[in-house]
């Protein structure tokens, strides 16, 4: 069903995992897409399995932790497209490490990608997804709700993401803008398997949640009437007995 059939979908973390499935869900209801990302080879690729489905297809190569980079994007989108219904943020990264030994680099270097970058790419498109009524959805984590041992740095980061979703929220749903923030536990993707590696753990992709979960989730939530919002997804893999 072509239920995004002339909406515009901007994605980052395309690429792979959450971001990858999401994309290619939004391709087959119809959306046209808006692939962003620092790896051109890789988002072309998707780009490729997506235009099957989707009318139109455009990757952009950026980086999000730059300022003139989003402007620029921005400044394109509004020439390709001139419209945007649809912002997904997939994009993040993670270092593990404890408060008395992780580095304040890398907590920097986590910050910009996973509170600064998303704050920026909103501000900056928010004035048309206001005008197109549009909606926003932040994929977050479980460490945005509960912080354990290990986790502190990237557990503040989607912390804050929670913060500015709730409060962006409560500043657009009056004109319009739905806004959904996801927290799914520990999923099937590249990120996971270098955390178990980290960790030292055997990865068993098949014992966690699958990306197209979380994509069948959030396309779910993206197509309900417009009488309803759903504010807050948790999902987690489902522990057999």
Excluded at 96 to 114: C, I, M, P
Aim: aromatic share 6%; glycine share 6%.
């Amino acid at each position: 069903m072509a239920v995004f059939k002339n909406q515009v979908a901007v994605v980052t973390g395309a690429s792979s995992g959450i971001g990858k499935a999401i994309t290619l869900e939004l391709a087959a209801a119809g959306a046209k897409l808006c692939l962003l990302g620092r790896k051109l080879d890789r988002l072309l690729a998707i780009a490729k399995i997506a235009e099957e489905t989707s009318p139109q297809v455009v990757c952009y190569q950026l980086d999000l932790d730059l300022d003139e980079d989003i402007q620029k994007f921005k400044t394109s989108l509004e020439t390709d497209f001139g419209q945007v219904n649809l912002l997904i943020h997939s994009a993040g990264v993670i270092y593990l490490g404890e408060v008395k030994t992780a580095s304040v680099e890398e907590f920097d270097w986590q910050y910009r990608t996973n509170v600064r970058a998303p704050y920026a790419l909103t501000q900056a498109l928010l004035p048309m997804l206001i005008s197109c009524q549009g909606q926003i959805v932040f994929i977050n984590s479980s460490a945005g709700l509960t912080a354990k041992a290990g986790v502190g740095q990237y557990a503040a980061t989607k912390h804050a993401l929670k913060a500015i979703a709730d409060s962006l929220r409560w500043e657009v749903n009056s004109l319009g803008v739905r806004v959904v923030s996801v927290f799914p536990g520990r999923t099937a993707s590249p990120m996971q398997e270098a955390i178990c590696d980290t960790e030292g753990k055997a990865y068993n992709p098949h014992s966690l949640l699958q990306p197209e979960d979380l994509a069948a989730t959030v396309i779910n939530a993206l197509s309900l009437p417009r009488t309803a919002e759903v504010t807050d997804i948790h999902i987690r893999p489902f522990l057999k007995s």
